[in-house]
C-alpha cells in the first residue's frame, strides 16, 4: 500500500487568492508528479521531479508552480486562482509503478 | 514521444459477464505496461501490471496480456460485479521510468445489475 498523502481533500475559494495544495509520501522515492484531471477523465502531466531540488514542466501546460526542498514534500502553488483552474489534482510518486495520492478537488468560484 | 490509445471510452456489461479493455502504444522501447483503477473520489489504484518478458499474467479474476509484435495490450476482468464499476488506465513507459508514464484516456466500465 503506497503512503503518499494529499491536504486539503477539497478546497472552495474565491478568485484571486493564493493556494497550495500539499503532497507528501512517506515511500522515500526521489520522482513525484502532478497532474490535473477534468471530468473528461483523462490525466494532464502538469508538473514533476526527479528529486531534491528538481523541477519540471510536463506536457499540460499549467500557471502553478511546484517546488521540491525535501524528498516527502512536492507542494503546488496557485498565485492566483481563477475559475478556470476548477479541477482535480493529483499527486503521485514512483520510479515506473506511479502511486497515487487521493487527489484534491479544487473549485474556483 | 510514447503515445497510448485506449479504447473503448465506455463500456457496459452486464453483471457476471466479462469485460474487456485495448491499448496500443506507439514506442518499441516501451516494456513496462500498468493498469490503474480509479473509483468516483478517489485518486487511481493500480490494480495490475505486465513486463514485456512476459505474455499474459492474472491475478483472481483480472489478466492482462501483451502482444510486443502488434504492440497493444489488453485487459480482461471475468466475471464482472457491480464493485468493478470504475474507470480504469492503462499506461506504458520505458523501464526506469526516466520518462514516466504515458496514459491512455481511460475507460468508464459500467456494470449493469
Known amino acids: 500500500e503506497a503512503d503518499i498523502y494529499q491536504t486539503p481533500r477539497y478546497l472552495v475559494i474565491g478568485t484571486g487568492k493564493k493556494i497550495t495544495l500539499e503532497c507528501s509520501q512517506t515511500?522515500?522515492?526521489?520522482?513525484m508528479y502532478w497532474y490535473q484531471q477534468d471530468p473528461g477523465m483523462e490525466l494532464h502531466l502538469i508538473h514533476y521531479?526527479?528529486?531534491?531540488?528538481?523541477?519540471e514542466k510536463g506536457d499540460l501546460s499549467s500557471e502553478s508552480t511546484v517546488s521540491r526542498i525535501r524528498t516527502e514534500h512536492f507542494p503546488l502553488t496557485l498565485e492566483s486562482a481563477r475559475p478556470s483552474h476548477t479541477s482535480q489534482y493529483l499527486c503521485?510518486?514512483?520510479?515506473?509503478?506511479?502511486?497515487f495520492g487521493p487527489g484534491t478537488r479544487l473549485t474556483v468560484l | 514521444g510514447e503515445n497510448v490509445e485506449q479504447h473503448p471510452s465506455t463500456l457496459s456489461v452486464q453483471e457476471g459477464d466479462s469485460a474487456v479493455i485495448k491499448c496500443t502504444y506507439s514506442?518499441?522501447?516501451?516494456?513496462?505496461f500498468p493498469w490503474y483503477k480509479q473509483e468516483l473520489g478517489k485518486g487511481p489504484q493500480l490494480i495490475i501490471d505486465?513486463?514485456?518478458?512476459?505474455g499474459e499474467k492474472k491475478d483472481q479474476r483480472i489478466a492482462v496480456t501483451l502482444n510486443k509484435t502488434a504492440k497493444h495490450f489488453s485487459l480482461h476482468i471475468t466475471e464482472t460485479q457491480p464493485e468493478d464499476s470504475a474507470v480504469y488506465f492503462c499506461?506504458?513507459?520505458?523501464?526506469?521510468?526516466?520518462?514516466?508514464?504515458?496514459f491512455g484516456k481511460g475507460t468508464h466500465l459500467i456494470i449493469q445489475p
Open positions: 503521485a510518486t514512483g520510479a515506473d509503478t506511479q502511486y
Open positions: 515511500m522515500g522515492h526521489d520522482k
Open positions: 521531479s526527479y528529486g531534491v531540488n528538481s523541477t
Open positions: 514506442d518499441s522501447a516501451s516494456n513496462y
Open positions: 505486465i513486463r514485456s518478458n512476459v
Open positions: 499506461a506504458a513507459s520505458i523501464g526506469g521510468g526516466a520518462d514516466g508514464l504515458t
